[in-house]
């Protein structure tokens, strides 16, 4: 079971993500997550979720309502649960105060509850935050309290409490998953193509889900045997991957911008942006991927025509010609990119992001986007037009997955029609 | 009770972001969420959770398991626990063939179970996607059920789910919540100065979360009738942001960059970035704001330090004698951005993100910010120095909102020191 403790989450003001990520965790391990709860910040309410679920179950992970301030009840709520009392950890304390004294202040007075936990339960230390965790035996079910930021939570479950499950036995059985995420056809295409290998008695078993254009085949083995569970996991996968190549890029959290970073520091290339609608997005992904200096040398977010031309010429002519919003001017620009900055190739887009600016021949959602490479010492360019539905934010996004999933095809020799909604100037 | 449907959300792969969409407009209409459940794809899981739900409470919203493929059995489920069939719904079928005629393709036969619903339900459009949603009747209870893909879940809640949960009369009470956000201090800090506010028993009832840096003060007003909910609401929110000013730059959903182009538009001036660490992060969240092109001309990313020099006019001799990390660079980095965009402001940063590059005199975390603005025909400039914790997201996610917030102090002509962990060049 898991609990994750917070009115910001039952009342919607917050996103829980740890209960996702804990649940994959565990899964890895063998475990099925019988449910989530979410719980208000309320005393008895807690203490109530705490003692039902340790009730059904071997394991429980709490999350949250560890911070300093009165309405974290995570505490005293585990406490009454047990039916003991709260009592200070000196050595939680004397961390407390050398968090805050490493960081050139005194401790709040009210941090001092961190150091609380009940009675014959242990602290858990918190490597990245001021919160220590609790780990805690409640009847027949082993209950660890981690803190409710993400990081912290993540750092905790990774050196305390993985290690500690592993020590206490595992469960004889072994869930794996893998992703094999694609971007540049629809969520049925993919399935219509994926075919027998979607039928629902299969194992490993196969589905898809889509998540801001990224189409995933998601495989999940279920084995006794750790080693055959992978075996088992790989061979689906590679078969999922054959068939809805080339549109795959990567696997689990690989993202599209990782793949490329990769392919173009394996080959020595160098990269440039310039950016229209897309405002920096695209360099912003690029420069995610740590160690992307390799690579990625910058770019450009010319905005208003005036930076388009003066800052890449772009010719004026071009852009009163065509409009911005052109495959000319998505080429000038790429052009202009590799040139100023003398990277080898370079992206470029140029749309109607919306809510306002779209017209009849261009609505909203219509998108440039162009390529410029060296080659055989000229600078040669391309270009593809798309039309995205949806809000501004996915109208960026998905321009900025496309073009990267269109560099990408061109430096795998690939036919940049592969991507469904991408299609070549008409004129 | 809300429930959530797929393998995915219940093994970690996808975050369920829908369930506290849900549960905050559910607060709205004074409806609390009971519990949230997660249940994987298995058709006898999903009838037992939904008889259970539907004997619980008044409303059950379903979100997810709607899809075409075979792995999507909300459908079959709800028959199941209704004791009922399934039928197609001619009306929805031809929306689904239009749908796929509309994108130049005819529907894949998969489809055609969209338009499948079981009897004695009626169907809901679906007006940005394939899948129409369910509206049904189970004992006492109410139960809607909408696509998974949030876009698609939220159209429809709004357009169809809403009104008819209204119609249907109201709850009595209404719980109305808020959030004032603040960047440049901590979250135990931001706590000891509301003091009193933060008492547990107080209604409304004021708590503070953090969220990438991010601390926001949560109210929550609780009161029979919606106009005196509404009115202690504000009054405390007022209250909030009165102590913790200037830090304050919103409420709700409000963003430091909606705020900032807010003030920019409003007084006519403009502005240009020049990133380093940060790597498009900056222009990406101000271009994020719809009308942006008022007041963003664009910007450069340079990464390289050649792109320093060559794109931005960063004398060569700076980088050398003091790095590309340093106060003269940062300032030197925003007047170039100012000087070649003609826009009144620039922001801009140079950091170590980390994992690599960190040195003794400059571990990973250090971020230099600079700012340079027109004033009495000259161009100033500005920098401060911060030292973020945290991985490489982190770094780079800090930096560009902390730009951001000694941007909008500059603007309300307030001291930069107010942002707690931006200090001023030693030297």
Redesign the interface.
């Known amino acids: 079971m898991l609990l994750s403790i917070?009115?910001?989450?039952?009342?919607?003001?917050?996103?829980?993500?740890n209960?996702?990520?804990?649940?994959?965790?565990l899964?890895r391990l063998g475990i099925r997550?019988l449910?989530?709860?979410?719980i208000d910040?309320d005393l008895d309410a807690i203490a109530a979720a705490i003692r039902a679920s340790a009730e059904r179950c071997a394991l429980l992970i709490i999350t949250g309502g560890l911070?300093?301030?009165?309405?974290d009840l995570t505490r005293p709520a585990l406490a009454k649960a047990m039916g003991v009392g709260l009592v200070i950890d000196p050595a939680s304390l004397h961390a407390l105060e050398r968090f805050f004294k490493e960081r050139g202040r005194p401790m709040?007075e009210?941090?001092r509850v961190q150091a609380e936990h009940p009675q014959t339960s242990a602290m858990i230390p918190n490597t990245?935050g001021?919160a220590p965790g609790i780990d805690a035996t409640l009847g027949r079910c082993r209950v660890f309290v981690t803190p409710g930021?993400p990081?912290e939570m993540v750092a905790m479950y990774e050196k305390s409490i993985e290690p500690a499950i592993r020590e206490a036995g595992g469960s004889g059985r072994t869930?794996l998953?893998t992703?094999v995420n694609t971007f540049g056809s629809g969520?049925?295409?993919i399935?219509?193509r994926l075919g027998p290998l979607?039928?629902?008695d299969r194992n490993p078993?196969v589905?898809?889900?889509?998540?801001d254009g990224i189409v995933?085949v998601?495989v999940?083995a279920e084995f006794e045997d750790l080693a055959h569970a992978q075996r088992e996991l790989d061979a689906t996968a590679a078969e999922v991957e054959a068939i809805v190549a080339p549109l795959a890029f990567g696997r689990d959290d690989t993202s599209l911008q990782q793949t490329l970073i990769r392919m173009l520091t394996e080959r020595g290339l160098t990269i440039a942006?310039a950016?229209s609608c897309?405002?920096?997005?695209?360099?912003?992904m690029?420069?995610?991927v740590?160690?992307?200096?390799a690579a990625?040398?910058?770019?450009?977010?010319?905005?208003?025509n005036?930076?388009k031309s003066?800052?890449l010429g772009v010719d004026d002519a071009l852009l009163q010609a065509h409009g911005a919003v052109s495959a000319p001017v998505v080429r000038a620009m790429a052009q202009g990119a590799v040139e100023?900055?003398?990277a080898d190739l370079a992206v470029s887009t140029s749309g109607v992001a919306?809510?306002?600016g779209g017209t009849a021949t261009k609505p909203v959602g219509t998108v440039w986007m162009g390529l410029a490479w060296r080659e055989d010492g000229a600078i040669h360019t391309d270009a593809r037009v798309a039309h995205f539905?949806?809000?501004?934010?996915?109208v960026?996004d998905r321009s900025a997955k496309c073009a990267l999933q269109l560099l990408r095809l061109h430096l795998l020799g690939e036919d940049l029609g592969q991507v469904r909604w991408a299609k070549p100037p008409t004129t």
Chains 1, 2 share one sequence.
């Open positions: 917070g009115d910001e989450l039952v009342l919607g003001q917050t996103v829980d993500t209960t996702a990520w804990l649940a994959a965790r899964a997550t449910e989530h709860r979410t910040d911070g300093p301030t009165d309405d709040p009210r941090n990245c001021t930021v990081r869930i998953t992703k969520e049925s295409d399935a219509e979607m039928a629902r078993v589905g898809t889900t889509v998540s995933s998601r999940r942006t950016e897309t405002g920096g997005l695209i360099a912003g690029l420069t995610d740590p160690g992307s200096s990625m040398l910058g770019g450009w977010v010319t905005y208003a005036a930076m003066g800052q100023r900055s003398g919306g809510p306002g539905p949806g809000d501004r934010d996915a960026r």
